[in-house]
């Protein structure tokens, strides 16, 4: 572990840009809702494919920080204590305190540097997805679940929790849940698409999203959507409505609408029976859309590869670019901290965004206070 005194300048300012392959969100996630009925979910093991854990590897270092952050910030979270937790592509966990920055990696307990999911469970403590398993932080101390505890996979892409605690982790293998105790691996049943070329795995489940029904909402690696609303499955595919297979992300908003991003076919919302795809309509630019995140006001955010972030007032759309304060127009998240700031990770830094301005996130620091 390291602890580092606090330059917030010298931490995000010199990221450099690079090509981004998948991104995964949450950040607006990790609502708490209803349990699966077990009973109902088939629990026999999925073929696992062999694959190398997705990290970048031709990184450069910065100076900043003792060269500890490289390209990019996948996640961000704020805890109810108020921490900061930044969840990078090789460094491993940052964490802010309102006083330093402290460093942890694989060599503090984390499972791998290459973070991609972190939310918190009732009780307080914090659950990483990583490049090598599944990471909880009680506060004093880091534990890692992997395969040889039960876990489908080590490379965890999504995680979920839900009212009673049980913990849901999306991974390249398939997905898995966690009681607390005991791992148990859940098929999930795929919608037959002609020609699909996952981008890593065809068992991949890179999201999971539970809805305020209780219904279970999983992305499957270029084959659409499985829903599962505890006793039967649907899908949705570009039979049904999708505009493209290859889903990047899902959200569900306060008035209960499904946000449906994607590599290849823009934004869409369902709203249960319509699909409504805002960038076929020409509303939206860019096709490949993801990070999506509900305000304290209801304005819906997302991103648009290459050209920003949108927000969505209901009625209207308000497009952010770099002519705006963004440090570049690719976002890798998009997340609201409790001051009701909005938290823009970028290629080439962090901006923020106050409700009237894009600064430099270094400029509103201490951002707790």
Known sequence: MKILDINIMSLFTRLLSMMLLIILTNSCKGRETENIDNKKVNSSQPSIEKHKPFIYTNSKQHSTLNGIVREFVWQIYQDR?????????????????????????SKDGIGGNAVRAI?????????FGTSNGLTKYNGKEFTNYTIDDGLIDNEVWA????????????????????????????????????????????????????????????????????????????????ENGLTDNNVADLFEDSQGNIWIGTYYGGVSKFDGKTF???????????????????????????????????????????????KDGLATNTIQTIYEDKKGQMWFSTWEGISLYDGKEITNVAEKEPWTK
Not at 81 to 98: A, M, P, S
Not at 119 to 127: A, R, S
Not at 190 to 218: C, E, Q, T, Y
């Open 276 to 322: 409504t795809n805002f960038t076929k309509e020409g509303i939206i630019k860019g096709i490949e859309t993801y990070n999506f995140c509900e305000d304290k006001t209801g304005n819906i955010w997302f991103s648009a590869e290459n050209y920003g972030v949108y927000s969505y007032n209901g009625k209207d759309f308000t497009q952010f670019t770099m």
């Open 159 to 238: 995680i979920e929790v839900d009212n009673t605690g049980t913990i849901w982790i999306g991974t390249v293998g398939g997905v898995s849940k966690f009681d607390g105790n005991n791992f148990e691996t859940l098929e999930v049943p795929k919608p037959n698409v002609p020609n699909a070329k996952p981008m890593l795995s065809k068992n991949r489940v890179n999201d999971i999203l539970i809805d305020k029904n209780g219904h279970f909402w999983f992305v499957n690696d270029s084959y659409g959507i499985t829903k599962f609303n505890g006793s039967q499955y649907e899908f949705f595919t570009t």
């Open 81 to 105: 204590k108020g921490n900061y937790w930044f969840g990078t592509n090789h460094d491993g966990i940052l964490v802010y305190d309102n006083n330093s920055i402290i460093q942890y990696t």
């Open 119 to 127: 939310t918190e469970d009732k009780i307080g403590n914090i659950w």
